[in-house]
């Protein structure tokens, strides 16, 4: 036996010696400056997105969004956005002459996976460029992730105040709104309706979006005049909400505010519906649900509880301008059904990096944030947009929608109420909600 | 304690060689080829390979050798990451005092629920370790939040005191300067193989892992923990305490998976919840039946085995296969990728479970029964005696 450990230990000490001097001889011949410069005629990037978990049907219309922005990208179809976009520096050529490839992995809205497919997305498929997200913890993650690893992160659905608040990093960049603008746009709608003496019982899923979105709607209904009974935190897995729902009468509260998203939302609307929640007067007013932060696809799983039911979201596709109706027609084209909010903002993310990277005339990370910051554009459904430099938010119009009551098709659930102008839902940076954060510096890697 | 076996040996140097080569053995076709999907040589997923290697020898020590079988041991990975990256918030990005502290941490808290749990054997024991390690999971979703940061993940901010580190000091994990994420990557014509400095510590961790779980095998310790195995109520009557040893047995790899659960933390500075979950647990006792449990080796195959699919599979995405079988007929093509599409891309779960339940039945050893089956047959064929009995699971 000590033949074979012998020869054993020979061979594999020989191969691990050329193993280990080779590097010396051939390393930093590609070194381009940053993480994963594409040297061919292709540019890959990454599609991060819930496949299964709470968000799964998010996660879905997302990866239909970006499929559609690659092959819009790349010369295919009839260019959706890109022609109403008021940046012209896409010509259906890829991106900088090279062809858009993309990778696909699932986040199964778990922190660790999502970060574990990022990984093997930036090492191993070269991806230049990681976008994707249906919750703000993972996005916040992987957020984390790409600043260390030296590329972009474009974050698709995260509304959390953090992911551009105390969490933003210098790589990362956010097109879709936040709480703050929610209840800055929803706060006055509220008030007109239901009037100034209400009394507010909140449900909040217990994570950084629950949390800074509950803060937020609190503060905006509290100027107004409201008060705030309660707030009850729910874990994220919760199924089953009528435990949470039965005290909210006791409470002496007349409003509920359900601080939940996805299959959450769906779950405490319908629990608190059959209680018969909306059907009671309490002191002397009608009972009424707020949810502030609602989708097309939220509506539809939780069918006729809806209808009538306030909320704010990022972009609806009834709107009217030229951008919204450029992005329906070829989703629904392809597809055979409108886009929800989700494929919305991935959409315009890719969009806009594939612009950045025009612009700048790289792919460099560093390249990519100076082209981005303080970049203003329109047309691409939200009106006039302005990425902020100092963290990395969009700032744009908010939509307060309402539960429509004769909803026409299985699509047409949700009704645009008030276009809240950008001006009132604009907020200073170092804003309490938004401090004890730090951009740090761009990243590049490598 | 009794000096290895020859067979030990030879296991052993397998096992060194296998770690060390990692980045060329996983990385067989060149980049940029369509095989090239199927590499799996990339510094996060060998990462991986390693520190579930040694999550599942350690699960193996327990459930290999004593039977116990206990669906609670991910709450031990997440106490061994959360106590990791603590020491990073509250020291610094040196991963040494954090590994330290995720071993002790998790030696501590088996400690307590083995001393709990394992007063019931058989099923009993493995309902109280699930119940002890969702109930873990549960608080770290809601009540310790302020230990935890909940459902977001704790992680590293830059206001954190970290009273060790300096002024120009390295901001990611690192030990003693050489970070845990630099990668070397060595281009030998179309092939690009990746030296990562995070993976060779693991596989360092991984290799001395082994080393102690062999000497433990067969030391006289492994021995009673095999006896306990056999027939625990005919070693109770003859006079033997037995409980002594399958606390001794549990505490140890609780901290092996302690140990796995900081080395997580330590190459990606983040400790979400969802580890300590009980699918998680789960996982980790498909890993060693999947390998082979109470083989020496089987629980590392099996890990890796699960990962791979997880990695590599879970990305097969339909353009993929579209780009595969572009070459056949348009319907013809659509139809090989809807059916195939079921089980790659998010489907990969399928075809785990599809081949899991085969192994179980055709290989009840796992992995493992396989490799030993292929020598044999490979052995008879050259007409060699297969009388050998060196290799034995302990049944």
């Known amino acids: 036996m000590s033949n074979f450990t012998r020869r054993g230990l020979l061979k594999s000490g020989a191969v691990l010696g050329a193993g280990m001097a080779m590097p010396t001889i051939l390393t930093a011949a590609s070194h381009a400056g940053y993480t994963n410069a594409p040297t061919g005629s292709s540019v890959t990037l990454g599609f991060n997105v819930p496949q299964s978990g709470p968000y799964a049907g998010e996660g879905a219309d997302e990866l239909r969004a970006y499929q559609l922005a690659v092959e819009h990208l790349n010369g295919g179809g009839d260019g959706g956005m890109m022609n109403t976009f008021s940046s012209k520096e896409l010509k259906g050529n890829g991106i900088l002459g090279k062809k858009v490839e993309f990778v696909t992995g699932d986040t199964q809205t778990k922190s660790d996976a999502a970060r574990a497919s990022a990984k093997s997305m930036i090492e191993k498929d070269g991806a230049v460029m990681i976008t994707g997200g249906s919750s703000s913890g993972v996005a916040i993650a992987v957020q984390g992730l790409c600043q260390e690893a030296g590329v972009i992160f474009m974050a698709g659905l995260t509304h959390s105040n953090d992911t551009t608040g105390k969490d933003k990093k210098a790589n990362g960049f956010r097109h879709f709104f936040n709480g703050y603008m929610s209840a800055a746009a929803l706060a006055p709608v509220l008030e007109a309706r239901y009037g100034k003496d209400r009394t507010a019982y909140h449900l909040t899923a217990d994570y950084t979006w629950g949390w800074t979105q509950q803060e937020s709607i609190q503060a905006a209904t509290e100027a107004k005049g409201w008060q705030t009974a309660a707030n009850v935190l729910t874990p994220l897995a919760t199924q089953d909400f009528s435990s949470y729902v039965a005290p909210v009468l006791n409470s002496g509260a007349d409003v509920l505010v359900l601080n939940h998203y996805g299959g959450n939302m769906i779950n405490s609307l319908t629990s608190a519906v059959q209680f018969g929640l909306r059907d009671k007067m309490v002191n002397g007013k009608q009972f009424e649900i707020v949810v502030p932060l609602y989708s097309r696809l939220m509506a539809s799983g939780a069918g006729e509880n809806v209808k009538g039911i306030f909320g704010s979201t990022n972009w609806h596709w009834s709107l009217t301008d030229e951008g919204s109706k450029a992005f329906v027609k070829s989703f629904g084209e392809k597809y055979g059904f409108p886009p929800s909010q989700a494929a919305h903002t991935v959409y315009c993310q890719t969009m806009l990096y594939a612009d950045a990277a025009e612009r700048a005339g790289t792919f460099n990370p560093c390249g990519i944030a100076e082209a981005l910051e303080g970049f203003k554009f329109s047309g691409l459904g939200n009106g006039d947009v302005e990425y902020r430099a100092e963290d990395h938010q969009c700032f744009k119009d908010v939509l307060v929608v309402k539960g429509k009551e004769n909803p026409t098709s299985e699509f047409d659930l949700l009704e645009v109420v008030e276009i809240t102008p950008r001006a009132q839902v604009e907020y200073a940076v170092d804003h309490p909600m938004f401090a004890g954060g730090d951009l740090g510096k761009c990243n590049p890697g490598a | ?395």
């Open chain 2, 1 to 395: 304690m009794k000096s290895l076996n020859s067979s030990d040996k030879r296991t052993l140097l397998f096992v060194i060689v296998i770690s060390l080569l990692a980045p060329f053995l996983l990385n067989p076709f060149p980049t940029g080829s369509g095989m090239a999907q199927f590499n799996a040589g990339y510094p996060d997923l060998m990462q991986r390979f390693a520190y579930f290697g040694i999550l599942a020898i350690g699960f193996n020590i327990l459930f290999g050798l004593t039977g116990y079988l206990s669906f609670g041991h991910a709450a031990f990975l997440g106490v061994g990451s959360y106590a990791t990256v603590w020491m990073f918030k509250l020291l610094s990005y040196n991963i040494v005092p954090g590994i330290i502290l995720a071993v002790i941490m998790a030696g501590l808290f088996s400690l307590l629920i083995g001393f709990i749990s394992l007063r019931r054997s058989g099923i009993y024991f493995s309902i109280l370790t699930l119940a002890f390690a969702q109930m873990s999971f549960a608080l770290a979703y809601s009540v310790l939040t302020p230990l935890t940061n909940g459902e977001t993940g704790l992680q590293v901010y830059n206001d954190d005191p970290q009273i060790l580190m300096g002024e120009n000091a390295i901001t990611s994990p690192h030990l003693f300067g050489l970070k845990m994420q630099d990668t070397f990557t060595l281009d030998l014509g179309p092939w690009a193989f990746q030296f990562n400095v995070g993976y060779y510590v693991c596989a360092l961790f991984l290799i001395l892992a082994f080393y102690l779980s062999v000497r433990i095998f067969r030391s006289p310790f492994g021995l009673m923990l095999r006896a306990i195995k056999t027939n625990q109520t005919r070693l109770n009557y003859t006079g033997i305490n037995s409980r002594p040893y399958t606390l001794a047995a549990f505490v140890i790899s609780g901290m092996y998976a302690g140990l796995a659960g900081g080395l997580m933390a330590s190459m990606d500075p983040l400790a979400g919840a969802e580890r300590m979950q009980w699918t998680a647990s789960g996982e980790i006792v498909l890993m060693t039946i999947l390998g082979g449990a109470g083989t020496l080796i089987g629980p590392v195959l099996g890990a890796g085995f699960i990962k791979y699919f997880e990695n590599i599979f879970s990305k097969i995405n339909e353009t993929v296969l579209h780009g595969w079988f572009a070459w056949m007929p348009d319907g013809l093509e659509d139809a090989v990728v809807w059916v195939l599409h079921l089980f790659t891309g998010k489907g990969w779960h399928l075809t785990l479970g599809l081949l899991f339940m085969l192994i179980v039945i055709f290989l009840p050893g796992g992995l493992m029964e396989g490799a030993d089956r292929i020598t044999d047959w490979w052995k008879r064929k050259r007409g060699k005696d297969v009388s050998d009995t060196s290799k034995t699971p302990a049944e």
